[in-house]
Nanobody
C-alpha cells in the first residue's frame, strides 16, 4: 500500500498558474506509474497526465495542449503537476494515483485537492 497526499490546489483567475504536489509515503510495492486525474461536478473522472517511473516518460490528455507539465522527484517521493494558462473548464478536484508494476489500473488514490478557476 501507499499513502498519497495532494496539495497545492486553490482559487485562481483564468490565465493563472498552480502547482500541485503529490507526496507518497509508506509504499510497499514497485510503482510503475504515477498519474493525475480530475473530476468536475457532475462529470466522470478523467485522466490528465502520468509519468512512468522507470524512465520518466510522460503522457497527457489531448486537451491539456501543452499547458500542464508533470514531473517527479524520486528523492522526495513526490510528483508535481505544473498547470499554466488555467481555464474555467479546468475547475475540478484533482487526484493523484499510483499504479503498481504489472497492474492494468491505478491502484491507490489520494484524497484530492480542489482547483477552481474563475473567469
Amino acid at each position: 500500500q501507499v499513502q498519497l497526499v495532494e496539495s497545492g490546489g486553490g482559487l485562481v483567475q483564468a490565465g493563472g498558474s498552480l502547482r500541485l504536489s503529490c507526496a507518497a509515503s509508506g509504499r510497499t510495492f514497485v510503482s510503475h506509474s504515477m498519474g493525475w486525474f480530475r473530476q468536475a461536478p457532475g462529470k466522470d473522472r478523467e485522466f490528465v497526465a502520468a509519468i512512468r517511473r522507470s524512465d520518466g516518460r510522460t503522457y497527457y490528455r489531448d486537451s491539456i495542449e501543452g499547458r500542464f507539465t508533470i514531473s517527479g522527484d524520486s528523492a522526495k517521493n513526490t510528483v508535481y503537476l505544473q498547470m499554466n494558462g488555467l481555464k474555467p473548464e479546468d475547475t475540478a478536484v484533482y487526484y493523484c494515483a499510483d499504479q503498481k508494476l504489472g497492474s492494468p489500473n491505478y491502484d491507490y488514490w489520494g484524497q484530492g485537492t480542489q482547483v477552481t478557476v474563475s473567469s
